[in-house]
């Protein structure tokens, strides 16, 4: 069977079982603090699980794109190094909520595995949960019971909490769960390992693996560690489809199936290698192959590189691919983005958002090899410094190998590559000092502390309001807790019904206060959505929270944020007008001061289009087009109204579509009323924020008033040093061009001068053997500029000369070296010498070959620098 076939199979499968075949939800996670990316299949029914949200259907199944960087058999740095873990990945999965429990999820696992894929029921072995003392949970006689009707004992193995207890976090659902594992070993290496299967199971044997994981959602872990059983038991089960493409096409490796076949083709075709040729370079070619579709899919659901959070991630997974092609396969030009065409045919059917996007994920991916191969020369050149400054001990310290690899990307074994070149070695036990400290800081900053929910009152999902009010009278608190985060602590309120908007989509929270029956009046800070759970972030918590409350979200401020929100609306629609219908949206931020709105587009937005975007937006704005809404769409409905969805969000069975005239989107967010509340729209700043994506940032009624005022004062101050001239741009340009013929005057006048000295420094050369050198104390140095100029000057007209200077700059220590081109070309180097003779100024310092300078701490050394100088001048 073919990767596409199996992927059918298991969906078409659990479809004849009564599951709804739901999407893959996007690989990006937003609305979920406690995750950066899509780590497993169960993640986009995390809500469901949680009882924020009642599920629209019992069971589910689906293909689910994931990533996982970090954790349990899945550091980055190993990825490439075996043949079966993955960055990216796919998780096929069925869910059962409050339906079906462990004897139908093991028997049609069963049927699938041997009836259906047709695996051999002799390698294949289950585990079941053998208890926990500490949690006070027997062993799992339901699901050993289930099994014993398809395997015998010796194959149903137990498993401690480690392998076969699932949790969600440190809180939350969790429950035992049963593996399945499959030996994949041929009979000849069967027979000459002499190892039974089942001693292999969890031992990391690359030959005995898990291949499907059945969790039986059955507990609630509370705060202070004991679990309670859940109400409703639910079933989550995860199979690796890469290792099930290998167990079905009878291969040992993932890479050998046809999910990766294509990819390992195209990097030989492009690198000159073939994949199995050559162990380093298989290593680099898996690398590639896995990081390829990494970063395309997170391009593709709105993740662009960065430096930040997410966007470090995906930009550290493309450097470590641009790094091993670079280093084994010999890349100097981009080629991860050559890739993508492949990675559309392979898997553009299934995920028709990479196809869609192509051309956006090519060009992003372009610009940040570019970036990254300009940096990789320059961390080289700083290896080569490093190499220089431990001549002696020939040892790179743990702490200069740790900078290449955290600011130029260098992996320790690269590091370690290019020291052994040069009879060098790395102090590994300093670099991963470093490492773990690091580690250490990225834990620290994002550690939270979740108290257990109180509950006052029951209700099923919290009931937005904020569409039509922003006031709600005889809201009851649902539950309440603490979450310590850093050094402070977060007060979390849930009410039943709010009109508070909760953070989504690029807006911002709502802000307000909520009163008591008795009139306690408290500051709701911040308004935050997780997991579809809208959560009020309090200064403190009301003395009795069984009452009932009325909430007063901060109107003006919301009116503000509407009005910015709305706006982001009609400029999507006018840049497709103005720009093409290319453009799409890419991201926003919306709060009550400003917007920015980021979309695709390949150039820079001429000054005369931004003009004709902000003329256009105004006169939408005053068309006083009302909002038309319709908040129980579904999908097919959207379509047909026109609405733009955009990749990267999750939708569900019903949407709200949001129309102003033309515009017409799927927006969960706060909207005014009619297009002419606005009032004036303004951009402010338009530029580049990746390759082919644009960002936009404007401001809207009061604030685009104060900026057109702001430069309307400008230009009366600037009137002013002109006595009110009325042609501000002619007495400007005249300033301009009266300046630069005074500073060409100036210059001629600066150059004779230098020359003039350079001259009178010729004079002051005394002869050593085959060398005139010019020294010159602290108290010989008036202008160090003039003496720049002069070095320079002097440079190029004189021969077998050399300078050598000590001075002070503002009290601070300062040295120059000079030598003439014939010097130069006998082996001579200022910038070598001067950092020597800076150590006794306790300072660093370099330059060319010819001429350099260096800076210090210590004046009381310039007598010894001076000497050494003059020292290294006459070697």
């Not at 699980?49 to 899945?74: E, I, M, P, Y």
């Not at 890739?339 to 995920?351: I, N, R, S, T």
Request: charged fraction near 25%.
């Amino acid at each position: 069977m073919t990767a596409k076939e199996i992927r059918k199979a298991f969906l078409d499968f659990f479809e004849s079982k009564g599951h709804t075949i739901v999407p893959s939800a996007p690989m990006v996670v937003k609305n979920d603090p406690t995750l950066m990316f899509t780590n497993a299949g169960m993640n986009q029914f995390k809500d469901i699980f949680l009882g924020n949200t009642a599920s629209k259907f019992n069971r589910a199944a689906d293909s689910q794109k994931c990533l996982r960087v970090s954790g349990k058999h899945n550091d980055l740095e190993e990825v490439g190094h075996d043949t079966y873990h993955h960055t990216m990945f796919e998780m096929l999965g069925n869910w059962s909520f409050g339906d079906y429990f462990k004897t139908e999820a093991i028997d049609w696992a069963w049927e699938l595995l041997t009836e259906v894929y047709k695996i051999d029921k002799s390698i294949l072995y289950a585990t079941v949960f053998e208890g926990s003392e500490e949690d006070g949970t027997s062993m799992d006689e339901e699901a050993r019971q289930a099994w014993l009707k398809y395997l015998p004992e010796d194959r149903i193995l137990l498993g401690n909490k480690h392998d076969n207890f699932w949790e969600m976090g440190d809180t939350g659902p969790c429950g035992p769960c049963s593996e399945i594992h499959v030996d994949i070993r041929t009979e000849e290496e069967k027979k000459a390992s002499g190892i039974p299967g089942r001693e292999l199971v969890n031992q990391s044997d690359p030959h005995v693996i898990e291949i499907w994981n059945l969790v039986f959602m059955q507990f609630n872990r509370k705060a202070d560690g004991h679990l309670e059983p859940l109400p409703a038991k639910n079933i989550d089960t995860g199979m690796g489809f890469e290792r099930l493409c290998a167990v079905l096409q009878g291969k040992n490796s993932n890479y050998d199936t046809d999910v990766f076949s294509g990819l390992l083709g195209k990097i030989g075709e492009l690198s000159g290698h073939r994949y199995g040729e050559d162990r380093k370079s298989d290593i680099a070619m898996r690398v590639i192959a896995d990081h390829i579709r990494t970063i395309s899919f997170a391009i593709a659901d709105g993740q662009l590189p960065s430096n930040a959070k997410a966007g470090y991630v995906i930009r550290r997974i493309l450097r470590r691919a641009v790094r091993y092609g670079y280093t084994f396969l010999g890349f100097n030009e981009p080629f991860l983005c050559r890739l993508v065409p492949q990675l559309v045919d392979d898997m553009g059917e299934a995920y028709p958002e990479i196809a869609s996007q192509q051309k956006l994920i090519e060009s992003v991916i372009r610009e940040e090899e570019n970036a990254f191969l300009r940096t990789l020369d320059r961390g080289i050149k700083l290896m080569d410094e490093y190499m220089e400054k431990s001549a002696e001990t020939k040892l790179i310290s743990g702490v200069d190998a740790f900078t290449l690899y955290d600011t130029f990307g260098f992996p320790i074994d690269l590091t370690d590559l290019i020291a052994t070149e040069n009879g060098f070695t790395v102090d590994h036990e300093g670099f991963n000092a470093e490492l773990q400290k690091q580690k250490d800081r990225a834990r620290n900053a994002t550690a939270n502390e979740f108290g257990d929910w109180n509950e006052y009152h029951t209700g099923e999902e919290v009931q937005f309001l904020g569409y039509d009010t922003t006031t709600v009278e005889g809201a009851q608190i649902l539950k309440t807790r603490v979450v310590k985060q850093k050094n402070r602590e977060l007060l979390q309120i849930v009410f039943d019904r709010t009109p508070f908007y909760g953070e989504m989509g690029g807006e911002v929270g709502d802000t307000g206060y909520v009163v008591a029956e008795n009139g306690e009046k408290i500051s709701i800070v911040n308004t935050v959505k997780e997991n579809n759970l809208t959560i009020h972030l309090a200064d403190r918590f009301p003395e009795d929270c069984t009452g009932s409350f009325t909430l007063e979200v901060d109107a003006e401020r919301r009116r503000r944020i509407a009005n910015n929100h709305t706006c982001t609306h009609i400029l999507d629609q006018v840049l497709r007008e103005v720009l093409g219908t290319h453009v799409e949206q890419k991201g926003s931020y919306v709060c009550d001061g400003y917007f920015r709105f980021d979309f695709s587009h390949f150039e820079k937005v001429s000054p005369e289009q931004l003009r004709a975007v902000e003329r256009r937006v105004n006169a939408l704005i005053r068309e006083n087009n009302p909002l038309v809404e319709n908040r129980e769409a579904s999908m097919d409905e959207a379509k047909e109204m026109g609405a733009i969805a955009l990749f990267g969000e999750k939708y569900g069975d019903k949407v709200r579509v949001v129309k102003f005239g033309d515009s017409v989107e799927l927006c969960g967010g706060c909207h005014t009323s009619a297009t002419g509340n606005i009032g004036f729209f303004k951009i402010v700043s338009e530029g580049a924020v990746a390759a082919g994506i644009r960002r936009i940032e404007a401001v809207t009624g009061e604030a685009a008033e104060q900026l057109v005022f702001g430069a309307e004062d400008q230009i009366h101050d600037a009137k002013a040093f002109f006595n009110n001239t009325p042609d501000l741009c002619g007495a400007i340009g005249k300033l301009v061009e009266e300046n630069a013929s005074y500073r060409k005057t100036v210059e001629e006048f600066a150059k004779a001068r230098a020359a003039s000295y350079a001259r009178e420094l010729a004079g002051k050369a005394e002869q050593s053997g085959s060398i005139s050198l010019i020294r010159l104390r602290p108290s010989d140095v008036e202008d160090a500029a003039m003496l720049k100029d002069a070095a320079f000057a002097l440079q190029k007209s004189v021969s077998g000369t050399a300078l050598a200077a000590a001075y002070e700059v503002a009290g601070k220590p300062q040295l120059m070296l000079m030598y003439s081109a014939d010097l130069v070309a006998t082996g001579k180097n200022a910038g070598k010498d001067i950092r020597e003779a800076a150590k006794l100024i306790l300072g660093g310092g370099g330059g060319p070959a010819s001429l350099a300078t260096a800076g210090g701490k210590e004046t009381s050394g310039l007598a010894a620098a001076l000497d050494k100088l003059v020292e290294l001048a006459l070697a």
